[in-house]
T-cell receptor
């Protein structure tokens, strides 16, 4: 079965330190990979995506993600965390063969940045 | 660009009433719209996928007569929760996507609707 795993329910980082939010997937073929952020009582905001090309993808708000095909991972990173980065982060994967373009979602990781 | 407007943002109503939630893509044509339900501290649960002009495809376990979805145009989809009961209370989120680039485009989300049934 296709799945996305975010192994950490919560990640705590001090402001100014680098952050990593982990994501691994089990989807056959060459999936499309996405990261979204959700602030309380809000919908999701798109951060970045990997379709093809360079393994390091840069996105909004200084976030980037590294695609690793051999490890089937797509970890989200930021060199220097801000308190305002505190939110819920979701990794999602799409099988390009799915004509409905549905996303397979990870369970989410709560990121807490402490001042 | 790629703005999705969802309305209303908060609804409180009595048990037995029906509630309609609108999802509009403001600056692009959404060939596909998705409706999700999110429980506290949980991930998104896909309820249904709708393509413009055709019937929605519901996920297993989602009652199509309970959650009526209409996608009449490329910019508007509606979800109607019929005869709502307290167990229908939840956070409902819509998203919209285009078929451009063979699905390489991200889904764009509305801000969600908090539904509380008394």
């Amino acid at each position: 079965a296709q799945s996305v795993a975010q192994p950490e329910d919560q990640v705590n980082v001090a402001e100014g330190n680098p952050l990593t939010v982990k994501c691994t997937y089990s989807v056959s073929g060459n999936p499309y990979l996405f990261w979204y952020v959700q602030y309380p009582n809000r919908g999701l905001q798109f951060l970045l995506k990997y379709i093809t090309g360079d393994n390091l993808v840069k996105g909004s708000y200084g976030f980037e993600a590294e695609f690793n095909k051999s490890q089937t991972s797509f970890h989200l990173k930021k060199p220097s965390a801000l308190v305002s980065d505190s939110a819920l982060y979701f990794c999602a994967v799409r099988d390009p063969r799915d004509s409905n373009y549905q996303l397979i979602w990870g369970a989410g990781t709560k990121l807490i940045i402490k001042p | 660009g790629a703005v999705v407007s969802q309305h209303p943002s908060w609804v409180i109503c009595k048990s037995g009433t029906s509630v309609k939630i609108e999802c509009r893509s403001l600056d692009f044509q959404a060939t596909t719209m998705f409706w999700y339900r999110q429980f506290p501290k949980q991930s998104l649960m896909l309820m249904a996928t709708s393509n413009e002009g055709s019937k929605a495809t519901y996920e297993q376990g989602v009652e199509k007569d309970k959650f009526l979805i209409n996608h009449a145009s490329l910019t508007l989809s509606t979800l109607t929760v019929t005869s709502a009961h307290p167990e229908d209370s939840s956070f409902y989120i819509c998203s919209a996507s285009t078929s451009f680039n063979r699905g390489g485009q991200p889904q764009h989300f509305g801000d969600g609707t908090r539904l509380s049934i008394l």
